[in-house]
Every structure is written in C-alpha cells, then in structure tokens.
C-alpha cells in the first residue's frame, strides 16, 4: 500500500531509462530545515561595505573600522549555518559584526582580537547590543530589545615553547607569579596565595595546596615544608629540579618538574582538534562585561622575570 501512495505521489524513480531498481525520490524539503543558499547575493539583501561603515559608526564614530562587514551578511551566514543555542567563532573579530549578530541572533559566541580595537570597537559595541542600546543592522528586523552578557578575557602568551635545541622551555614572559597562576590553573587548583605560608600558593579544598617555585628543592627544603604542615595538608610542589630522595619522602607530598608535567597535559600532532566547550563557572562576584581598556600596567613585563629558571650552582638533581 505505501509503495502505491508512494507511485501515486511520484515518489518512486526507475532511473534514466526506467528498468533500474526502483528508488524512493527524497526532495530538499524532506531532509533540510532552514534555507538553501543563492549563488549571488546581493547588496539589497545581505547589505553592502556602506551600510556596514553606518552600522559600525553608531559604536565609535572618531575612529570608523575600515573593514566591517554588514550585520545583514553576517545574518545570512549564521541563518544558513547555525541554530539558536548553538556555537559561533569568529577568530578574527574586527569590528565585533559576527559576536553582534550571533547575539542578537540567539546563538552562543566566541570572539577573538588582538588589536586594540576590541577595547575601542568590539567591547563597546558587544556593551550596546546587550544593553539593548544598539536598534542598528538587524536589531529591528529580530525585535532586538537586548539581554545577555560576555566574560572577556586576557589570553596569556603560550606558557611553553622549544629552545633552538628542541627543548622545551617556559616562555621568558612568564614571571614568577604568573607562573604559579599558570600552573594552579593546569592542575585544577584555585590560585590564591596566601598572605601568611609561602608555599600556599593555591588550593583545590581546604586541605589541598599548590606551591610553584623556580628554585631547586633540596631534602632540607622539603622537611623545613613538611614540618609547616599539617597532618591532613596534602601539597602539591611544582619545581624546576628536587634532589632525588625527594621523589617519595612524604606520602602527602608529590613533586614534580616543570615543564615536563605541563607537556604530559599538551596535545601536540593531533589531526582533530575539537573544541571542547564546557560551561564555565559563573562567579557571582565577576562583571559580567569589563567596560575599560586593559589597564597597561598589568600587562606582562618580560624585565621582571630574568632570573626565572636560572642554574642552581652545580647542585645535583
Ligand atoms: C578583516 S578584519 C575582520 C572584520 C570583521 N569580520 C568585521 O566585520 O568587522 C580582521 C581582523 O582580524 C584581526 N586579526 C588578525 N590576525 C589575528 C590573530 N592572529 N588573532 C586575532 N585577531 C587577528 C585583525 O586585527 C582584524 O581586526
């Protein structure tokens, strides 16, 4: 019987001459939800490079972005590529169009920048589409009326490279505290220093610490620790070199060397990529947009770290 309504419905095809096996014709609405592309897109529908300097002006008219893109193209790439909820990446942000519309769009996104501009353009403008400010590109045609939020942060230079020998090294940038910051960070610890025990650098409980030094870690150096803590404390020591005897001292104590544990947490030669995206812990306290610039006095100083790592005077390891 369904074969029949299938006949009937001119579903059933018999190939070009009509004595092959016969196959069930699926058309494009059967199989797609959404919109199927036109080759040409024009300026009428997408928008054009002076309707995107328009669009664009409304954020910073003293300083107009020379290379932005119209939010209606942005919402024709997004429509046919995506669905609300989903994931956006723009690796090269520019003027912010892609994050605009993602948002305005309901979809989750990712921006990334390297220019100042993502202070002077980007953050302003991500600022006006979440406060509803922004009624420009296709604000009015979604019935944008704003919401939501972004975090923003800092990407850190890569914490490892290889030397002209092939070894791996830190990168010089990394001063000492940045690389405690670093390291709490790659083991799951809570980079919080305490004011009072030096080698409390960060914590995964309460009774969990990290401690990061670039100093060589002698036996006397771990008892002198050792007697600092107590009996429930367990630490984690991440150091350059330790003397051997060291290795398995303490059972509430492990020791490892840097950078050799961060390369065991490194995924080199890998075809495939994926992007593992998890949500992030939301802190309560955390703005959820930082409205100023980078406040340049943070930015990283390489002449604060030009001992880090030095050699520990012929000490054995
Ligand atoms: C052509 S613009 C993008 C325009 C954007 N689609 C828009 O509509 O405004 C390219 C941007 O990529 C940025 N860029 C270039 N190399 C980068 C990199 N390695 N990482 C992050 N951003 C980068 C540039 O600073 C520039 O703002």
Request: hydrophobic share 30%; charged share 30%.
């Amino acid at each position: 019987d369904k074969f029949l309504e299938l006949m009937n419905d001119n579903r059933i095809w018999f190939g070009k001459d009509g004595n092959s096996i016969p196959q069930l014709k699926r058309f494009l609405t059967d199989v797609q939800e959404g919109m199927v592309t036109k080759t040409i897109w024009f300026r009428t529908e997408v928008g054009d490079n002076q309707e995107a300097k328009r669009e664009v002006k409304f954020f910073n008219d003293s300083d107009v972005f020379t290379t932005p893109k119209p939010e209606r193209l942005l919402q024709r790439i997004l429509t046919l590529a995506s669905n609300e909820g989903d994931w956006v990446l723009d690796s090269f942000l520019g003027s912010g169009t892609t994050a605009a519309v993602a948002h305005k769009m309901n979809r989750k996104w990712i921006g990334i920048e390297l220019g100042e501009h993502c202070h002077t353009h980007c953050i302003p403008r991500l600022q006006k589409v979440c406060d509803g400010t922004d009624q420009g590109g296709i604000s009015e045609s979604v019935g944008w009326k704003g919401g939501g939020g972004f975090k923003y942060y800092y990407l850190a230079p890569s914490l490892l490279k290889q030397d002209k020998y092939g070894n791996w090294i830190i990168e010089e940038k990394y001063n000492a505290d940045m690389l405690a910051a670093a390291m709490a960070k790659h083991n799951n610890f809570k980079y919080q220093p305490s004011e009072e025990v030096y080698w409390k650098q960060g914590k995964s409980s309460e009774k969990d610490f990290i401690y990061t030094t670039t100093q060589f870690i002698t036996v006397e150096k771990l008892d002198q620790i050792h007697e600092e803590m107590q009996p429930d404390e367990s630490l984690l020591i991440c150091c350059k070199k330790y003397s051997k005897p060291c290795e398995n001292r303490y059972s509430n104590i492990t020791i490892k060397k840097i950078p050799q544990m961060l390369l065991g947490k490194c995924e080199f030669g890998r075809e495939d990529y994926s992007l593992n995206i998890i949500s992030m812990p939301r802190n309560e306290n955390e703005p959820e947009f930082i409205p100023k610039g980078p406040d340049k006095q943070k930015k990283i100083k390489n002449e604060s770290s030009p001992d880090l790592f030095e050699d520990n005077n012929g000490e054995e390891e």
